[in-house]
């Protein structure tokens, strides 16, 4: 049921899976720029990798985490004003954390402006916290130091002329060492170099020093033992676009703007043509010239808005009430009230030219003609197929998804060309096709409401709450059961004496899928529609508690529980605004055989990365070479998830025995419920206390 309907309104929920990698998106280059007076500039460069964005500074209390300057010295110099980004941030609603967040999607450069007053004491040391994510992941919150001191600056104009005013205090900085002008965050090494920490043993708050330094050592290469294939990602978010568009052009095929086309331009290749290689060669040109159109028109549309922009507008409030509108519109036009067809003069002036011109040319006219003649049905498919493809965040998502959307639609036309004597066997042009119209109609409506979710969250309207949105639904599929059965009728349905099998069992699919949401509206999770129906914490009324939670949120702790009990343990490292992690734990948690294993075979221990409670005292740690503080809760999870299993994106789970090493492979984001039990009965089997 959850394949069949997501598939069958072209909508794409794609997913980089992304495991045991790590990953640095953004990169930073910091520098003082000295023009040789008394004010500076502390420029901050963020260079952010496509399909990543970077939050903005001041965002509200409850979100994720902004993008801050800490200054931590400011020995003779003073700060003037705010930072200031050389660039707007977009702005989108985000439904996990209820509010209007900003980030910026491209490089961006913050300004902070200074005034030195005592040129000899000048010292400025600090850091950057920012936070980075993509439509799939979020990273725990990154911390970025700097330090410049006086040999940095110019102080040809900032010194007194007399040496006697130096005092002692002046002397130490002039003897400080050397600080780097710049420091940039470079890309993470190889994870095959073995990671060199200083953690403080008091942070453990063990009574082994021995036994917790055990437990934080690297396993990195007992999980590639493993066969961990976690240790390179994988996007397959291509892959399902193109067979999303695959989906859509076969759909768009159906329709009685397209279905009639084939045998009437097969018919007129192998009629124009007295060699038949020749009018075989014809069609194959014109099927290519199909997909070249539509690939085009998918790579303009990205080139013009941009990726991100066109990522920006699948989110934005304002965006999804008017394509909720057009597929309103477009509905009530399957339905029959009236025809949406593009400018007549345009098809007729492409006619002409098809006419006028000769070889190739005339055949890309022609294909041309049939993109516009099939504008009212295929419209609506094609941009449902944008909208979702966008959302991948790189220019090549629209492109393939209208490459698979092209292919399904063209191929036919050459296939009949090869094999005309199956022309005949075709199902004939009739009521059916009419039929086909209102089944979108329907689909078109219900989607609708998806984006209208979107918008009612953003604005606070509290008008599509869960419930509310379920009630459409099942109404709209169980009006498209009956519609199926006959028992409802259009002004351009023509009459049928009888119900025929497929209509029978596809009214029987509504029926059922109406029926399947019931539960809902008393808070059951329907996990094949989670994608579309608002969050359950928009619904009033709920009565379902099968939930999953951690017996520990503590890494140490739990470990020493799961020792004393003898048990294996299983990390589940997340974050408070990874939406994977939620969608993890309502579809997979939620299992009775996973949730029996998790709670009665494992210890559960769940570390939120972004976590902003304060540790009890700063912890030092060199890593990569460099000094770096952990200094929130959050901070150290995210440091243990990198210094021992050598990934930082979430969820990301792993199994261990009592002593810290890996029971198996590790596991991330992948909704396959099979593949999770055997997950965990493989660590089990490996687990010998």
Sequence with gaps: MKKFFSVLMVSVLTTVVVQGQIITPVKWKISLEDSGGAEKSLVFTAAINKGWHLYDMNLPAGGPVSTSFIFETLNGVELIGQPEASVEPASVYDDLFDMELRWYGESVTFTQKIKVTDARKFRLTGEVEFMACNDEMCLPPEHISFRFDRKNIRTDNLLPSDPASSSPEDSVVEEAPEETREEAYDDVPAQENQMQERLSLSSLQRSNPEEGMELWSPVTDELRAFGDAGLSATDMSWLFIFFAGLLGGFIALLTPCVWPMIPMTVSFFLKRSHNRKKAVRDALTYGLAIIFIYLLMGLVLTAVFG???????????????????????????FFGAFELTLPASWTSRIDRKADSATGWLSIFFMAFTLVLVSFSCTGPIIGTLLVQAASVGSIAGPAVGMFGFALSLAVPFAFFAVFPNLLQRMPKSGGWLNAVKVVLGFLELALALKFLSVADLAYGWGLLDREVFLVLWIIIFALLGLYLLGKI???????????????????IVSFAFAVYMIPGLWGAPLKSISAFAPPLYTQDFNLYEDEVHAAFDDYDTGMLYARQTGRPVMIDFSGFGCVN????????????????????EYVLITLFVDDKTKLPQTIEIEEYGKRRKLKTIGDKWSYLQRSKFGANAQPFYVLLDNKGKPLGPSYAYNEDITQYIKFLKDGLANYHP
């Design 307 to 333: 990726a991100s922009a066109l990522n920006d507008l699948a989110t934005n409030a304002v965006f999804n009430i008017l394509f909720c509108l057009l597929l309103v519109v477009f509905a009530v036009s």
């Design 489 to 507: 009728r259009f002004a351009h349905d023509s009459e049928w004496k009888h119900l025929s099998v497929p209509r029978l069992f596809l009214a």
């Design 581 to 600: 992690c939620r969608k993890m734990e309502a579809s997979v948690w939620t299992h009775p055989q996973v949730k029996q294993l998790l709670e009665k």
